[in-house]
């Protein structure tokens, strides 16, 4: 197994695409790319901490590679917008691949010149690429968030439009059949 760390906006969403892709063993809400040790959601909300909202992700590279988890990394959020996904805004927000070793930076920047050469995006890809220091879990009411509660406003106005686009995408790729949301 393997782990990627993606901050693509709100860890919900993250936490509800990543979930569903074969490979995929385990997907957990946090923190990272802070210097916080052990921040709470308060904290990282204040934009004081530097973390940003993270799904790290545990994958069977046989099964999945770290290839096409950038492809659903930048086929779910606005690599584009500086601190903010949608109407959520803040550096904890942000785009950002929090890579573990050196074939996943290398991976990370192939993937960004690649779209920029294709101009994939109207805008330029602002996403950062740094090096994965530290995760720190979210609360507990965070985890599974989507799951739990999808039928709150928010994940029926964000979350779901978000997976049913990503479900049409990608579907050879999910761990089973799914309903499309729309």
Request: hydrophobic share 30%; charged share 25%.
């Amino acid at each position: 197994m393997e782990v990627a760390t993606f901050g693509s906006g709100c860890f919900w969403c993250s936490e509800a695409v990543f979930s569903e892709l074969k490979g995929v063993a385990s997907v957990e809400s946090g923190y990272s790319g802070g210097k916080v040790v052990n921040p709470t959601y308060e904290q990282v909300c204040s934009d004081a901490t530097g973390h940003a909202e993270v799904a790290r992700v545990t994958f069977d590279p046989d099964s999945l590679s770290y290839r096409e988890l950038l492809e659903v990394f930048f086929s779910t959020h606005d690599p584009t917008t500086p601190d903010r996904q949608g109407a959520d805004e803040g550096s904890q927000y942000r785009s950002v691949i929090l890579y573990h070793d050196e074939g996943q930076r290398k991976a990370a920047q192939e993937m960004i010149a690649e779209l920029t050469r294709e101009k994939a995006f109207r805008n330029p890809i602002v996403t950062e690429v740094a090096p994965f220091e530290a995760f720190y879990p979210a609360e507990d009411y965070h985890r599974d968030y989507y799951r739990r509660n999808s039928r709150q406003p928010y994940c029926q106005v964000v979350i779901s439009p978000k997976l049913a686009k990503f479900r049409a995408h990608f579907q050879t790729k999910l761990k089973k059949a799914t309903p499309n949301l729309n």
